[in-house]
């Protein structure tokens, strides 16, 4: 590594020079307030040069934020949110003729200056979270000597411009080492980049890099990139083809091709289960250096890409609980079905998949339960928490089935699903429970509707419908003791293939929207 390295930011940015302590000397325009900076810059152009800062034991990344200054002579900037505000150091203005204020909120700070002054703002960023990675801090900023990864919101101090306004945006990338490579929710590879975007959208973007690798994949005429570690047990071409089908089949199946450009990130937590977190057009999967790629791995992405359209586009009322059913359970049984559209999974483990879960819902002490003990229950009461999931599920199946018999099998649950999509894009639509039960009875009728409410209303059993899997399966039931010869009975139905149709047999795969 190199220390204590001066470092140049293009044409346009002034020579500094580090102490081993990481606190910066003073520069040419510092010593000479003659020295500054007189290009013309738009009022809509706000620039970013960034580089690496190494010491002994300290890595932090070196930004100067530039932008116009307000005609008043005052102009607030914005801090980082969460616990990026406690990482930023040594902050102060470049600008001749000016200092930094703070305001009666921690998060904001005013800048007094020389009315319409162009401003340049410097901060050193050092990682707040100490120690390891896990799934309690992989939100803020991750900053390490060999890898960084962090959302604007986290790391960016922001002028107080509207959020809602675009702004022409400029990254330099500068000092970075040969071996690191960079991306992020705008491009890949680009150590020099001009973006035009809402503050907004900026803020909410990721950026990653570092000594990983990037695979380049077409989604159609548009592009994927796949960031992984170079590191770990996941094969980057198997990774990256997974990530690549599932969101084929997500995009196809929402009708959504209006990202030009989709970000898939691989990140190793330090210690901890797995989590992961989704943008407008990004994703980042955090799993430990051991895990493989197996049915619950691909079945996570497929979920977690769900909820990108799912989750980050179509909303829901407060109390959002009592909708878990819909917005956990269907996305559940959507992950599963797109693994088996897009050919990743047989017949067979989809069905395997699904009578797991009517064992479960069926077997469950909680099943029972009304959809309101969501809200006063203990969130550490497995059977409670997983009840939602294990219904949608089973009301995805029954209804899809009710709407293809009832529409002579011209539609399906999929329309539903997108004509609820199309609402909450054009109409603003926030899922209610009210406007969830007026679409069910539109596509599915007052008898399905009414089985439903009765569950969720008075925790009556769901009544499973025997074709749900198609006609190439058939519902049998399992009746056995909670303790082999005797306590509470349990009748749980199952589908099994019948004899006469084979697993993978076109007809059977029709059904489940296989091509």
Known sequence: MIKNLPFLLIAVFPLFAFSPGGQSQRSPAEKNPSVQNTRATKPSEISYFIEPFYDSDIFRLIVVLEFPGDKSGETKITLPEG????????????????????????????????????????????????GKVD????????????????????FFILPAFPYNLEYRIKLAWSYIPDNWKLADSFGADERNQEIVCTLSNFRNSVFTGGNIKIIPMHLGNDLLYVTLPREGNVSEEHFSAIARDILIEERNFWRDYTQKYYLINLIHLDSGDETSMTGKNYYSLFVSRQREIDFNFEKRIARDLFQTWFGERIKFADPERLLYWFKEGFAEYYSTLFLLRAKLISLDKYADD?????????????????????????????????????????FAHNLNFTIRHNTNYKKSLDDLMRDLGERCKNES???????????????????????????????????????????????????????????????????????????????????????
Not at 493 to 513: M, S, V
């Open 354 to 394: 699904y009578n797991q879960v009517l064992d479960l819902y069926f077997t469950s002490p909680a099943r029972n339960e009304k959809n309101e003990a969501l809200l006063t229950d203990d969130e550490n009461d497995k059977y409670i928490t997983q009840l939602p999931y294990q219904r949608g599920i089973i």
């Open 83 to 130: 616990d990026g505000i406690n990482s930023i150091r040594f902050l102060k203005t470049l600008t001749p003729n000016s200092y930094i204020a703070d305001s009666d909120k921690p998060e904001i700070k005013i800048v007094k200056h020389i009315p319409n002054a162009s401003l340049r703002i410097y901060y050193q960023f050092e990682q707040s979270v100490n």
């Open 135 to 154: 799934p309690g801090n992989y939100k803020s900023a991750i900053l390490k000597r060999q890898f960084f990864h962090f959302t604007g919101a986290r």
């Open 429 to 515: 639509l926030i899922i209610s429970g009210g406007s969830l039960n007026a679409l069910i009875r539109f596509y599915a009728g007052d008898e399905m509707l009414s089985e439903m409410m009765r569950t969720l209303n008075s925790g009556s059993p769901i009544k499973t419908t025997p074709d749900a899997l198609g006609p190439c399966f058939r519902m049998e039931i399992d009746s056995r003791k909670k303790f082999i010869f005797f306590g509470e009975q349990y009748d749980v139905p199952f589908y099994r293939i019948k004899e006469e149709n084979g697993a993978e047999a076109k007809d059977c795969l029709t059904w489940f929207g296989v091509d």
